[in-house]
């Protein structure tokens, strides 16, 4: 069967039930528990279920959108606000609610302390919802960095290149706009050498680039911009026939090039200096389990000198150990797609624990990984983990 047979749920039709669990178990039990004791009539006690009715057909209507991603992005973000403040602070109160019950019986005790705890963390986490999708998502780091590498020509020491990822741009809309503006003004305010866009340019559709043709053909640096595809760069995320999706993938290629681009889709280029050179090489989306398996390391260095400095753009991190480190000997491997997980508290995400490259310089011997935490995000929501583009400085020694 083609995978047009197969077709696609959308992110929220994906998970469903879990999202309906999570928005009628809360208030269940919050009712069950404080309002229902309560000496008032029980029209008012109805009153209780309303936000859970709002949030359960809101949901069903979210669950019908045709692509994994919403359409209309404006809905999208007022349905992750509401989720946030009139499900998951319900959510937060009852997990400590529990816990606390249980504690008091264990040590046959009246008080649950539980309660406080849960709505505080009820508040912090009203407060985390409606940061997250304002500020937090849309302010960005410029970070710094000097790579130094003995096998480096003479020529390039001191090469100055941008990094930058996952720019998403679908999911700047409005107001949101302004950010990916003072992104590339910044981007172009370095006066750089190279810039490396290491994929998801798109959460969806090529047609979210047009909005943005402007910024992002304004991107300049003496040796031009050259890019990789990431996973959402394909089709993967796109309902429709063969047809149309190897469309859509084509038009994805034509418009990078028409921003003049250098797309570099399972091959390399040469930058020459002086009387040096260094290959960047790129490969295409190299993932695992369900992300887009197209990179092909072979073909793409194919005809690098042995010995040759070389820069490996691959939009997934989890290549650099299972593909590229035993396929090839670039020195510098640059990577985005984690987002860095978004979501930190105290220096912790949920890929911290899974001791995986997700986030800055990683090194096996004299090579390095550098994973960006992007711009943007099919989910227009970040808390603790902010946006960043990259500046490195490549040394000779």
């Known amino acids: 069967m083609g995978r047009a047979g197969v077709g696609i749920k959308n992110m929220i039709a994906k998970n469903l039930l879990l999202y309906l669990i999570l928005i009628i178990i809360p208030d269940l039990y919050i009712f069950k528990q404080y309002i229902r004791p309560k000496k008032i009539s029980v029209s008012k006690k109805l009153l ?52 606390g019950r249980g504690v008091a019986r264990l040590f046959h005790s009246h008080n649950n302390w539980g309660n406080l705890v849960g709505l505080i963390m009820a508040f912090f986490t009203a407060y985390a919802s409606i940061y997250g999708l304002t500020a937090g998502f849309n302010k960005f780091d410029v970070n710094r960095l000097e790579l130094t590498f003995k096998d480096l020509p003479a020529a390039f020491d001191g090469y100055r290149f ?4 996952d720019a998403h741009v679908g999911s700047f ?14 981007i172009n305010a370095q006066q750089a050498d190279a810039i490396f866009f290491v994929g998801d340019l798109q959460n969806v559709k090529p047609e979210e680039i047009e909005p ?42 034509e418009k990078q090039r028409q921003l003049g681009w250098r797309l570099l889709n399972n091959e390399h280029a040469i930058v ?57 000997k670039a020195q510098l491997t640059l990577s985005g797609h984690t987002h860095g997980g978004q979501v930190g508290l105290l220096g912790l995400t949920a ?35 902010t946006a960043e583009i990259v500046v490195i400085t490549l040394k000779k020694g």
């Open 272 to 328: 020459r200096h002086g009387g040096d050179s260094i290959f960047i090489a790129g490969m295409e989306n190299d993932g695992e389990g369900r992300f887009v398996q197209k990179g092909d390391l072979k073909k793409t260095v194919e005809g690098i000198p042995d010995g040759a400095f070389t820069i490996m753009l691959e939009h997934d991190p989890s290549s650099w150990q299972r593909t590229i480190l035993p396929g090839c």
């Open 162 to 165: 941008v990094l930058f990822s």
């Open 173 to 186: 809309t409005g107001s949101r706009a302004s950010m990916l503006r003072e992104a590339y003004d910044s």
């Open 48 to 99: 209780w279920f309303i936000p859970m009715l709002v949030m359960i057909v809101f949901t069903l209507y979210m669950a019908t959108s045709r692509h994994f991603a919403p359409d209309n992005y404006t809905v999208f973000t007022v349905y992750l606000a509401m989720f946030g403040l009139l499900v998951c602070t319900k959510l937060a109160f009852m997990v400590f609610s529990v816990i």
């Open 351 to 385: 890929y911290s624990l899974t001791n995986t490259e997700h986030d800055g310089l990683y090194a096996e011997g004299d090579r390095l990984l550098f994973v960006s935490r992007g711009l943007g995000g099919l989910l227009p929501f970040r808390y603790g983990v």
């Open 212 to 253: 943005h043709r402007h910024l992002l053909n304004s991107l300049q640096s003496r040796d031009g911009v050259f890019s990789v595809l990431g996973n959402h760069d394909y089709s993967d995320y796109f309902n429709g026939t063969d047809e149309e999706k190897a469309a859509i993938e084509a038009e994805m290629v």
